[in-house]
């Protein structure tokens, strides 16, 4: 059974560091995955979607990587802004369709200015 | 192109009630997905449509339904409901192609709160 893990579940860090997010998956057969970001009481936007044959996906300051035979990815914020204070979400489809998303429990990123 | 809508926004019920929450996907898209996010499960998949039938179930009781219409918008309802259904229910649609992993974008939820 497919389980996804990010750590760490609360990272704080100042105005213009770089950083980088963990995401965990137990079983590499994955079809794709993708990172969201959840502002507080609100839905999820989504950042990146890699597919199991990339290895990374960019967009602006956000960078996501993907290592199917360690079951890891990384998502890599640079030049972190207090608006990117938010809580980010990995998840993994559990079919074909890439439906029937199997999350993990996220990391609440603080940036402070 | 407009994004995923979620009606109503916020619901507060009594246990023993039933409640419906509705779904339109993205104009073009026939998949739609539930999910039940709460601070102790996390994110946690009910189930999906697509084309009006449902293609994949999560481990949710049997209180908890939908359906899709042929417009592609979907309903959900959850019946006696309990304390523990209060949480924010999220909606996600997506083309659904079978091979084409498409992303999944969501509404910005329905939250829901039993007394």
């Known amino acids: 059974k497919q389980e996804v893990t990010q750590i760490p579940a609360a990272l704080s860090v100042p105005e213009g560091e770089n950083l980088v997010l963990n995401c965990s998956f137990t079983?590499?057969?994955?079809?794709?995955l993708q990172w969201f970001r959840q502002d507080p009481g609100k839905g999820l936007t989504s950042l990146l979607l890699?597919?199991?044959?990339?290895r990374e996906q960019t967009s602006g300051r956000l960078n996501a990587s993907l290592d199917k035979s360690s079951g890891r990815s990384t998502l890599y914020i640079a030049a972190s802004q207090p608006g990117d204070s938010a809580t980010y979400l990995c998840?993994?489809?559990?079919?074909?369709?890439?439906?029937?998303?199997?999350f993990g429990k996220g990391t609440t990123l603080s940036v402070s200015s | 192109k407009a994004g995923v809508t979620q009606t109503p926004r916020y619901l507060i019920k009594t246990r023993g009630q039933q409640v419906t929450l509705s779904c339109s996907p993205i104009s073009g898209h026939r998949s739609v997905s539930w999910y039940q996010q709460t601070p102790g499960q996390g994110l946690q998949f009910l189930f999906e449509?697509?084309?009006?039938?449902?293609?994949n179930k999560g481990n949710f009781p049997g209180r908890f339904s939908g359906r899709q219409f042929s417009n592609s918008r979907s309903e959900m309802n959850v019946s006696t409901l309990e304390l523990g259904d209060s949480a924010l229910y999220l909606c996600?649609?997506?083309?659904?192609?079978?091979?084409?992993?498409?992303?999944?974008?969501f509404g910005p939820g329905t939250r829901l709160t039993v007394l």
């Open positions: 449509y697509f084309s009006e039938t449902q293609r």
């Open positions: 996600a649609s997506s083309s659904g192609t079978s091979g084409s992993f498409h992303e999944q974008f």
């Open positions: 998840a993994v489809p559990a079919n074909q369709a890439g439906t029937a998303l199997i």
């Open positions: 079983d590499s057969a994955i079809y794709n």
């Open positions: 890699i597919q199991s044959s990339q």
